[in-house]
């Protein structure tokens, strides 16, 4: 994508029980720095979580991605993600994993490991502070070189209220094939 993008996407989601959300990404859309606006694609969502993982210790799920995507966007015209979710909470801080697996659906030698890890800490049910790293490491087959590997550090901002949250984070990229600067927003409103 080219630089200076600014690149967002309205997430609906429905929670059907206490252990399963569906959700759609819908459009995923990038504002482009010389002034085009274009439609990438849309991703379909199903999240399945532990009941009532605020209150516990110990909390994991996997979430599943279908995704449909413009060819400038992806290399690919449908990709998928397989997402695990492990998290521990000690006391106000929360350690939580996410060894991501993505797929271009072209056999398992095509699996690209793409984990995320978050550290946070919680100041109070509202307030809390985070370190996120996002990365990709490439074809499980093959791993690319480090200077070919994505590798993001975030530092995170959270608010939770009712029924508006807000997610900000300032992310710096350690390699050439990664973003100097990023910046994100998630905004939420509960219905």
Same mark, same amino acid.
Not at 18 to 45: N, Q
Not at 143 to 166: C, I, M, N
């Given at each position: 994508m080219p630089n200076h993008t600014l690149n967002g996407v309205p997430e609906w989601a429905y929670g059907v029980t206490d252990w399963l959300e569906l959700g759609a990404y819908?459009?995923?859309?990038?504002? +482009?720095?010389?002034?085009?606006?274009?439609?990438d694609g849309a991703k379909l969502r199903a999240e399945f979580v532990v009941?009532?993982?605020?209150?516990? +210790?110990?909390?994991?799920g996997v979430n599943f991605e279908l995704s449909f995507n413009a060819l400038y966007w992806e290399p690919t015209r449908n990709s998928g993600e397989?997402?695990?979710?492990?998290?521990?909470?000690?006391?106000?801080?929360?350690?939580?994993?996410?060894?991501?697996?993505? +797929?271009?659906?072209?056999?398992?030698?095509?699996?690209?490991?793409?984990?995320?890890?978050?550290?946070?800490?919680?100041?109070s049910e509202k307030w809390a502070a985070a370190f996120e790293h996002y990365a990709d490491y490439?074809?499980?087959?093959?791993?690319?070189?480090?200077?070919?590997?994505?590798?993001?550090?975030?530092?995170v901002v959270d608010y939770k209220a009712d029924p508006v949250s807000l997610e900000f984070g300032i992310g710096h990229g350690f390699t050439a094939a990664s973003d100097a600067l990023v910046l994100k927003m998630i905004l939420s409103y509960d219905f």
């Amino acid at each position: 994508m080219p630089n200076h993008t600014l690149n967002g996407v309205p997430e609906w989601a429905y929670g059907v029980t206490d252990w399963l959300e569906l959700g759609a990404y819908v459009p995923l859309y990038s504002w +482009t720095g010389s002034g085009h606006f274009l439609i990438d694609g849309a991703k379909l969502r199903a999240e399945f979580v532990v009941p009532h993982a605020q209150e516990r +210790t110990f909390f994991y799920g996997v979430n599943f991605e279908l995704s449909f995507n413009a060819l400038y966007w992806e290399p690919t015209r449908n990709s998928g993600e397989i997402r695990p979710i492990f998290g521990v909470r000690i006391g106000p801080v929360d350690l939580i994993a996410n060894p991501i697996l993505d +797929t271009s659906f072209r056999g398992l030698g095509s699996l690209d490991f793409a984990p995320a890890a978050r550290v946070a800490y919680n100041f109070s049910e509202k307030w809390a502070a985070a370190f996120e790293h996002y990365a990709d490491y490439g074809q499980l087959s093959h791993f690319e070189p480090l200077g070919r590997q994505r590798q993001t550090l975030f530092a995170v901002v959270d608010y939770k209220a009712d029924p508006v949250s807000l997610e900000f984070g300032i992310g710096h990229g350690f390699t050439a094939a990664s973003d100097a600067l990023v910046l994100k927003m998630i905004l939420s409103y509960d219905f």
